[in-house]
């Protein structure tokens, strides 16, 4: 298994299994942090994941001080990832969960709808058709409390990002960047192509988990416009 583990600061280390967009890498990755959760380290803090890279963040001093055969703490933790990724061995695959989200694409809330078709030389309703039709995988969490990375988005549809960002977009705003879908849980700036909204509270700061959608997830949009038959 091909990887590299590196320090990004004092407390924090990286693990990089390539930097690709890849459901084998991104599984170990989600696999490798329920391991190290399950198997906290004294000092540990917390895992982050992301496309096929995981960071552990670690307190300096109490990982110092508890394992001190290691030169530094970079080094036990570097030792704790290698002997993690050989206890676990065999990545096999998770069963994933499918989540199914309402979009309204009115045109009130798809702002840049047309851009994306016309960017694709199809209709509204095509790129409407396209988006729907796919079963996105939710690679990473990021950028805001509860916002999921998902892809990868039908090539045909799939368009940059905007030259110049929002400075506003409305909570539950589902977007386009490149070969990514993600929907906005928060109000927030953003650069994303705008397609729909959907209603659906993506942020759930009360609950254990804040985050309604989790990496590993499968998530599919459905026109609440559409015939109810199709979804």
Excluded: C
Aim: proline content about 5%; aromatic content about 12%; glycine content about 6%.
């Amino acid at each position: 298994m091909n990887y590299k583990i590196f320090p990004i600061s004092e407390n924090a280390v990286t693990i990089d299994f390539g930097n690709q967009i890849s459901v084998e890498l991104n599984e170990k990755v989600i696999q490798l942090a329920d391991f190290i959760e399950e198997n906290k380290f004294l000092g540990f803090i917390e895992t982050v994941p992301a496309y096929s890279s995981l960071t552990i963040f670690f307190e300096l001093i109490t990982v110092k001080k508890n394992f001190t055969n290691f030169s530094t703490a970079f080094f036990f933790v570097k030792s704790f990832i290698e002997k993690a990724i050989t206890e676990l061995n065999d990545f096999s695959p998770i069963e994933p969960r499918l989540i199914k989200i309402p979009v309204d694409y009115s045109a009130e809330f798809a702002l840049d709808l047309d851009v994306v078709a016309q960017n694709a030389n199809l209709t509204k309703e095509e790129v409407i058709k396209i988006h729907t039709s796919q079963i996105y995988r939710v690679f990473m969490i990021g950028f805001l409390p509860a916002f999921a990375y998902m892809g990868e988005v039908d090539e045909r549809i799939a368009t940059p990002r905007k030259q110049t960002p929002r400075t506003k977009i409305e909570k539950g705003s589902v977007g386009i960047a490149g070969k990514q879908t993600g929907i906005y849980p928060l109000e927030s700036p953003g650069g994303w192509q705008i397609i729909g909204k959907t209603d659906l509270e993506l942020f759930q700061p009360n609950n254990e988990n804040i985050s309604l959608l989790k990496n590993g997830d499968l998530v599919q949009f459905y026109d609440i416009n559409s015939n109810p038959n199709e979804h």
